[in-house]
């Protein structure tokens, strides 16, 4: 199925696309130039497709998926949309012909960084995986002008520069002019009564901003499917231009769009922030609902027609402003807009880090949103009076949406929700156990778990095409289209063969990552040493200084006896810190220390090698993850709510090294606990630990000489060119309790560390054992996951033409 271009006709068109964008020949023109014209062309091929899936879904009135998120993380899409269309080969050809290479022209698209990590990323994958799954899902976020900043090490400190993608233009998207909405803020409102006897809202001195939507092709897997990702730009209303006299007085608006916030883990109560969610929100409401004008759909069917997707409480406010559309434009009674809500909106929580919470004070919700106040106080009103009389006080005040002078988001999204799910599955017992308990008593139904997954065709086939076709040789394409097929590589695990030519792959890719590691970090690396990866936000709960720690270990052991036998490693970290998050940026600055001191330390060798690459992202990952033997999954049990690294890194082969948290449990599930290494504290452990208070880190720096030797070398100038990073490590983990159990850990860390090594001897076992992971990561397909949430929250099916016509969900 699709695109059929053969390779002269690839080759005229290109040559033709080029002279007529640049008005010269393309042998002249820079690496930019090329990939914009190759990008362009490929968007042309696209837009047929991306046309016609547009009109089947209305003309057979398909219900329609809206997933709502403040991020994004696509990553580069020349290589992934060109695969997806079935062209890769082709276009590889022809500008091999034209004596260009298509990597070279690939690397210099952005990687437009639309999100800080898991959940943007996540957000991507799912767009992937619905246009691939033939659905109807659109997805609708912003469109930052400023991407999450680029990350520079000086001296070792993390430094934060703009990161301006759209400098050389971006080729996917699409400015639809026809589409824009209005979204007001702050002002006064009045409700007055009109000629019908319907209340209705009066705004006056309000701020008008044009939301003007940039639409991207989201293409499917070699099924004709092309969906769409829109995303909104703020902009002065034409008619209001006048108004504005000078740059500084039209900065209010445009600033709503310039920049991503850059924490993932830290809610901060800006106001600026509050507007993006709301001009967000509000356009991608406004414009589903002009849609169901459009077609004259009866509103009380919108809940058949259409599933929004909230993802996380950042896009809350969907349950507000639908209200206030179906009541205030569409004249509909709150009893039968709630239930439209209602049963439209569905919420995913991807944290139970109290910090990450979102709680905006109601004085500046008032303020900026007095419509969008007065429904959620309304809401609010409703929820308490049904819930006092069944539950009483103290769960009602619990669960209210209004408490202390604040909104709490993650209450209005459960309230205004159908369904509510967690990322793991231990995730979702948390959050029905402990963070939203006095809502699973309330709600239980509403409850329900969806095990994050990744696209297997970014993370392996485009990725790692040497095990895609090792994969290929051995058991066909199947797993392909059906990822469960991939079990049947397990068959192979005694294979000899197959071992040695999947420790080649590894050995190749790993080579390619030494290169890069020599080219941007002037570091040598030997392949063959074991290469030990990190790769993910740098947060205190992930715990990047646990593995820090080890390694100082490993360093003063060497020191002491240089011929301990060490298996040859290389540490490999890349990690963003939150700007204002001065610990993580502290522990960056220790780890890039001890990389100096390490990586040139002569009775060190082979033995040690840190490489801690700068700005990671989703460019960065699609080089590492294939080359990584092990995969670190070390947060504290119970804080990571599922991770999506661990998966991908699994899907290439790496054996993990991981707490039971998160995903990581469901992966020890399905390759057995004898194919991956386990340490540390279970989260039943930690909650205890927590409970009884009897947690004394001080006492392990007292009684364990190891861990002794090891925290001393924070501060006794082991390290080179540290201020007082050293010591605020210490001061936390020694000082202060060690709030995220690091010490606690540390012994059994080290010892499964030990057993990594050993198993790394005997490289056939490790081969074994790398092929199981790669056999049982099939479950961890998106595909899978968003068939879950399809099938269980969205009720919407495939609209893939079949024989007979088109899959329809059931009227
Ligand atoms: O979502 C991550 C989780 O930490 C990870 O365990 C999970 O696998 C992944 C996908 O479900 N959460 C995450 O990435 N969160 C953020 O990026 C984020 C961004 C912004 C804000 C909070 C969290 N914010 O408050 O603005």
């Known amino acids: 199925m699709f695109m059929e271009v053969t390779v002269k006709q690839f080759v005229r068109e290109f040559k033709q696309q080029f002279q007529s964008m640049y008005a010269y020949s393309y042998e002249e023109g820079s690496n930019e130039q090329l990939y914009n014209a190759l990008g362009l062309l490929v968007k042309n091929y696209i837009s047929s497709y991306w046309k016609e899936t547009r009109e089947k879904y209305i003309k057979n009135s398909v219900k329609q998926v809206y997933y709502f998120s403040m991020e994004f993380l696509p990553g580069r899409q ?50 992937d995986s619905l246009a691939s799954l033939g659905m109807a899902g659109n997805g609708n976020g912003i469109r930052y002008q400023y991407g999450l900043f680029r990350q520079k090490f000086v001296d070792g400190y993390q ?62 897997y070699r099924n004709d499917t092309v969906n769409n990702l829109r995303l909104w730009s703020a902009e002065i209303p034409v008619e209001e231009e006048a108004n504005y006299h000078t740059i500084e007085e039209t900065e209010p608006i445009k600033e709503i769009t310039q920049v991503l916030y850059p924490d993932d883990s830290n809610y901060e109560g800006r106001l600026l922030r509050l507007k993006q969610e709301y001009f967000m929100v509000s356009a991608g409401v406004q414009s589903i609902i002009r849609h169901f004008r459009k077609y004259n759909v009866p509103r009380k069917n919108i809940p058949d027609k259409v599933a929004i997707h909230i993802n996380d409480t950042h896009p809350a406010l969907v349950v507000p402003e639908l209200m206030r559309i179906l009541i205030d434009e569409e004249h509909l009674s709150w009893e039968q807009a709630w239930e439209i809500t209602f049963k439209t909106c569905s919420y995913t929580n991807h944290t139970i880090l109290r910090e990450a919470l979102e709680k905006w004070p ?61 990322v793991a599955r231990l995730h979702t017992d948390i ?53 469960s097929e991939l079990k049947v590589f397990k068959g192979f695990e005694k294979d000899k063969k197959t071992l040695n030519k999947l420790t080649d792959v590894k050995l190749k890719n790993k080579k390619r990552l030494a290169d890069h590691i020599k080219e941007v970090k002037g570091i040598t690396v030997d392949p063959n ?30 020191k002491e006896n240089p011929s301990v036998d060490y298996v040859p490693r290389v540490f490999i970290f890349g990690a963003k810190a939150a700007p204002s998050y001065h610990y993580a940026k502290q522990i960056i600055k220790v780890i890039n220390s ?104 001080r006492e392990l720096y007292g009684s364990d000489q190891k861990l002794r030797n090891v925290l001393d070398a924070l501060t006794n100038g082991t390290i080179p060119n540290l201020q007082d990073e050293g010591y605020a490590l210490f001061d936390s983990l020694v000082n202060f309790n060690d709030e995220y159990f ?55 099916r495939s609209c893939v033409v079949e024989d007979e016509g088109v899959h329809l969900v059931d009227e």
Not at 442 to 456: A, H, V
Not at 545 to 557: A, D, F, G, S, W
Request: aromatic fraction near 10%; charged fraction near 25%.
């Open 159 to 220: 430094v934060e520069l703009p990161e301006n993608w759209l400098r050389y233009r971006n080729v996917w998207e699409t400015r639809n002019d026809k589409s824009t909405c209005m979204v007001r803020f702050g002002g006064n409102v009045w409700l007055e009564e009109n000629h019908q006897g319907h209340l209705v809202p009066h705004y006056e001195n309000t701020l008008n901003v044009l939301a003007v939507p940039y639409d991207t092709p989201m293409v499917g």
């Open 529 to 558: 040493a074991l290469f030990d990866v990190q790769i993910k936000r740098l947060h205190a709960y992930k715990r990047q200084h646990l593995n820090l720690l080890h390694i100082l270990h490993r360093y003063l052991e060497i």
């Open 362 to 422: 109601i004085d500046m919700m008032k303020e900026l949103l007095p419509r969008i106040y007065m429904i959620i106080e309304e809401i609010n009103n409703r929820f308490v009076e049904n819930t006092m009389p069944l539950y009483g006080e103290r769960i009602t005040w619990q669960t209210a949406i209004l408490q202390n002078g604040v909104v709490n988001m993650a209450h209005l999204a459960v309230i205004g929700s159908h369904s509510v799910n967690g």
């Open 78 to 127: 020349l290589r992934s949309k060109a695969y997806n269309l079935g062209l890769l080969d082709v276009i590889k050809e022809g500008l091999s012909e034209l004596d260009l290479s298509f990597d070279q022209l690939a690397e210099a698209e952005a990687d437009p960084a639309l999100g800080n990590g898991g959940l943007g990323r996540l957000a991507s994958c799912f767009m």
């Open 742 to 796: 690091v010490l606690k850990d540390f012994a059994s860390y080290v010892e499964a560390q030990n057993k990594v090594d050993d198993l790394y001897k005997d490289q056939s076992e490790w081969a074994r054992k790398s092929l199981l992971n790669i056999a049982s990561s099939a479950p961890f397909s998106a595909d899978y996951t968003i068939q879950r949430y399809a099938d269980d929250i969205w009720k919407v």
């Open 431 to 483: 959050l029905m156990n402990d963070v939203l308990k006095d809502f699973f008593e309330l709600y239980p139904e509403r409850f329900n778990n969806k095990t994050n997954g990744i696209t297997q065709r970014r993370w392996v086939h485009l990725a790692n095409p040497d095990l895609t076709q090792l994969i290929d040789d051995k058991i066909g394409e199947n797993w392909k289209l059906t990822p």
């Open 594 to 697: 001890l990389a100096d001191l390490v990586n040139n330390d002569p009775d060190v060798g082979d033995k040690l090698k840190i490489v801690f690459f700068e700005n990671y992202g989703v460019s960065l990952a699609e080089k590492i993850i294939p080359a990584a033997d092990i995969s670190e999954q070390i947060s504290l049990a119970s804080m990571e709510a599922s991770g999506t690294s661990n998966m991908k890194l699994m899907a290439n082969g790496a054996l993990t090294l991981a707490t039971l948290d998160g995903a990581n449990i469901e992966i020890r599930d399905f390759v057995g606990e004898d194919n991956l290494f386990v340490f540390g504290l279970s989260s039943k452990e930690v909650y205890e630990l927590k409970a009884n208070q009897s947690y004394r880190a």
